[in-house]
């Protein structure tokens, strides 16, 4: 570690003590502190969207349950390539004639929806329906989420596409 050498005595001078320190420990210590920070610390900062989750409600069973009908909704059905389809039907009525197709455009997006709610009979239950495929990517969904943000609609629900929907997509989609 430290080394003394301790010079004669030469013409009545005092002896002088050379110190020298190793430092070979310190550099490990070092490389041993940057690996320990480098391992513990955050190079990118997550993504994080943020989702608008409805407040806690006291009451959480409520005591009416609310049917929103075909017109007070708006249903977007997420594809494979890119594709965005959406309706206003039930599983009576849908069929390949009224499956229609969009992009992600957000002005397309938007005005979809606003046309959607400007027909809505009861505007308060006005709902915007997600139903990605096994085939969407994970873009797709959250570019559809940000074009909702955007058209300010505060309703809305995501979940699996039904059996009669996925029949008539397969079928504009061969």
């Not at 994080?48 to 049917?67: I, R, T």
């Not at 002005?107 to 959607?116: L, N, P, V």
């Amino acid at each position: 570690m430290a080394e003394i050498i301790a010079q004669d005595k030469q013409g009545g001078k005092q002896r002088k003590k050379l110190i020298r320190v190793d430092m070979t420990p310190m550099v490990d210590l070092g490389f041993l502190l940057i690996t320990f920070f480098m391992f513990t610390t955050n190079f990118t900062k997550p993504n994080v969207m943020d989702l608008g989750l409805p407040a806690k409600d006291p009451d959480p069973y409520p005591k009416k349950n609310v049917v929103i009908n075909d017109k007070n909704q708006v249903t977007f059905i997420l594809g494979k390539d890119n594709k965005v389809f959406y309706h206003q039907s039930n599983s009576n009525d849908l069929n390949t004639g009224n499956l229609k197709e969009t992009d992600f455009n957000g002005i397309h997006i938007s005005k979809i929806i606003s046309e959607a709610y400007d027909h809505a009979p009861n505007k308060d239950v006005f709902t915007i329906i997600i139903k990605p495929t096994d085939d969407a990517n994970y873009k797709n969904f959250v570019d559809m989420l940000d074009n909702i943000a955007i058209s300010k609609k505060e309703q809305y629900g995501v979940t699996d596409i039904k059996p009669w929907e996925k029949k008539v997509y397969e079928e504009l989609t061969k």
